[in-house]
């Protein structure tokens, strides 16, 4: 069918685009990383603590507290969407894994016979099968995280509420259930399997914090998929146009569900792991941490507007902010000074990507 | 240039099409037949009917009465992906492209070509970047597969969004309002992407109010007033002042 060509068109009007307007270095993305390179250089100057192994453990591990959820947010964002349901998220999977696992290694507890029985002493709590319990109970957190990611996304797409009232209704109701089913208490990962899981959550591997090497993953998977599978190339699709995505085929509501379900579960996940480096969690546990993640996900180049994104941005995002924290204790500057820091970082890599936007 | 396809069989015949919303009689005991090659000029005011017509062909809307044959055969479209699959595709007046995405991958939007490795489908840049520049050579546009549709010209859109319906080798290209918005010069792009979809035997309903343009690229123009059909002639024994009259209703039909 196709014709043959008299001649290859030739590009006698259109130039072509140079390898720095485009991809990552004409992003916002490209901006803020090379602003964290020079704020990583004046750290090294400004106090010789900041490249210390101790210090640099200490930044990977807490970047990677918020950053699994920045992923998931950013994905969301990318869709045009928005989740303020993280933090309370967070909270409750944490809650529901930590309950679960204490429950499950409590003789006497509904079902707990299956997985757990009594040493001969009488006393002493045994896992019948070493590990399973910590499966099973991150698994309920996670499902948890699934369910409440899929009534936000039905909400959403099928209903066709507002992606900000919902989740905000959602951050509610999902903070309020953790206080339902703890009372207000904090909840306390124990029994046999408490080790494995503190071990999974805080410990380490050949120095490198077990939250960082989740997290390296994660994005590593985030990127393929967002840039190789047609999955992520429809969640870009419905952040540029949604209308086009709907007219050229693309299951809409579908795509959004799933993206929802996929941000829950990030936060969920997320909150079982700051919960094990806490060693419990608390009922008030990561409020008001989806302000932390929008605006690492915003700073790191995800335009609210929809359609722009990507993993490495949400990694620069976290990575930015939790430099200018650590940077500020080591400068014993007040560390209140750090949520004004992060308000004007916000609004200044916004702000540089508009003016560039406008020149070219 | 012979006034395409008046031998053989048309690729879309609709036969007595009408439409009514509740009270409203938006269509009446309308017949068209469109012929492979053929562009066909659909001309109307305002509410006379035209984008319910094309709404009915792209599967947006059933007919109350009628039939619609294509190729011969009669079609009942549910839903538009049913009129994609026989091979009817619209050019939508604000071109349903995502900006944020390059020129192949809004070609591709949907129908992404996929490379398998293992269990997991991967997309496949290399196959479609090629294949969009395969297309965009065949209407002659210049448009290169890797940029961003933001960066483009009207002219530019127009070919990515006709690329996209020559990607299924369609038979039939519905393209509503493809001039409204754009400059004079890429209004000639638009015209000569027009006329590399004839040369290919595809058949073309080009919805306008401006009459230059119809002109310059029908071979047939059909006229729709108050929901009905009233003219449907060979452009070369018309004129833009008939066209006028029987649109305004100065002249009944013709």
Same mark, same amino acid.
């Given at each position: 069918m196709a014709m043959p060509l008299e001649s290859p068109i030739s590009f006698t009007n259109v130039g072509r685009i140079r390898w720095w307007q485009r991809g990552i270095f004409a992003s916002q993305t490209g901006y803020v990383l090379l602003a964290l390179l020079g704020l990583l250089i004046a750290m090294h100057f400004a106090s010789p603590y900041f490249f210390s192994q101790g210090n640099m453990q200490n930044v990977a591990k807490n970047?990677?507290? =918020?950053? =699994?959820? $920045? +992923? !998931? %947010?950013? +994905?969301? %964002? %990318?869709? !045009? !969407? %928005? &989740? +303020?349901?993280? !933090?309370?998220?967070?909270?409750?999977s944490a809650m529901v894994t930590s309950m679960v696992m204490s429950g499950l290694s409590t003789p006497g507890m509904p079902g707990a016979f299956l997985f757990v029985h009594l040493a001969a002493d009488g006393k002493t709590v045994v896992a019948n099968v070493p590990g399973l319990i910590l499966i099973v109970s991150i698994l309920a957190g996670l499902v948890t995280a699934l369910i409440v990611g899929f009534v936000n996304g039905f909400c959403i797409a099928v209903l066709g509420l507002s992606p900000f009232v919902t989740t905000l209704g959602m951050l509610s109701i999902v903070r309020g259930l953790g206080y339902v089913v703890s009372n207000g208490r904090g909840s306390f990962p124990g029994g046999p399997d408490a080790d494995y899981f503190y071990a999974l959550t805080s410990g380490d591997l050949l120095g490198v914090p077990a939250p960082f090497i989740y997290l390296v993953v994660l994005a590593a998977v985030m990127a393929i998929v967002l840039h190789h599978t047609s999955f992520g190339r429809h969640v870009f699709a419905l952040g540029g146009n949604e209308k086009a995505a709907e007219l050229t085929g693309i299951p809409v509501v579908r795509v959004k569900i799933e993206v929802y379900m996929i941000c829950a579960l990030a936060a969920g996940l997320q909150g079982i792991i700051v919960s094990g480096w806490l060693g419990s969690a608390p009922a008030n546990m990561a409020t008001s941490y989806e302000l932390n993640v929008i605006a690492a996900a915003v700073i790191g180049g995800a335009n609210l507007a929809g359609g722009v994104g990507g993993a490495l941005g949400a990694i620069v995002g976290c990575v930015l902010l939790e430099v200018i924290r650590n940077g500020l204790v080591l400068a014993q500057v007040s560390s209140y000074w750090q949520q004004t820091l992060v308000g004007v970082i916000i609004i200044l890599a916004v702000l540089v990507d508009r003016i560039r936007s406008r020149t070219t | 240039m012979e006034t395409a396809g008046t031998a053989g069989q048309p690729v879309l015949e609709l036969r007595g099409i009408g439409k009514e919303f509740g009270a409203i009689r938006a269509l009446h005991d309308v017949d068209l037949q469109v012929f492979p090659g053929e562009v066909v000029g659909l001309m109307g005011d305002n509410g006379a009917g035209k984008s319910t017509l094309v709404k009915i062909i792209a599967g947006n809307f059933r007919p109350t009465v009628g039939e619609v044959r294509f190729d011969g055969d009669a079609v009942h479209f549910y839903r538009p992906i049913d009129a994609r699959a026989v091979g009817i595709e619209v050019v939508y007046q604000d071109l349903a492209l995502a900006d944020n995405l390059t020129a192949a991958a809004n070609v591709f939007l949907g129908r992404e070509l996929k490379r398998r490795v293992g269990p997991f489908a991967f997309l496949d840049h290399n196959a479609m970047a090629a294949r969009a520049l395969e297309l965009f050579g065949e209407l002659r546009s210049e448009t290169r597969p890797h940029d961003l549709v933001k960066q483009m010209s009207g002219g530019q859109r127009q070919a990515v969004a006709i690329a996209r319906t020559r990607l299924s080798n369609a038979k039939l290209?519905?393209? &509503?309002?493809? $001039?409204a918005a754009i400059s004079v010069r890429q209004v000639e792009q638009v015209l000569s992407l027009i006329h590399r979809l004839k040369e290919q035997g595809v058949a073309v309903m080009l919805i306008s109010h401006r009459m230059p343009d119809v002109f310059a690229v029908c071979d047939r123009v059909v006229v729709m007033r108050r929901g009905e059909k009233r003219a449907d002639k060979p452009i070369r024994d018309t004129s833009p002042e008939e066209v006028t009259a029987l649109i305004t209703g100065a002249k009944e039909a013709a």
């Open positions: 970047f990677s507290f =918020i950053a =699994i959820a $920045t +992923l !998931g %947010i950013t +994905l969301v %964002i %990318i869709t !045009g !969407g %928005i &989740d +303020l349901s993280v !933090g309370s998220m967070m909270c409750f | 290209v519905m393209m &509503d309002e493809p $001039t």
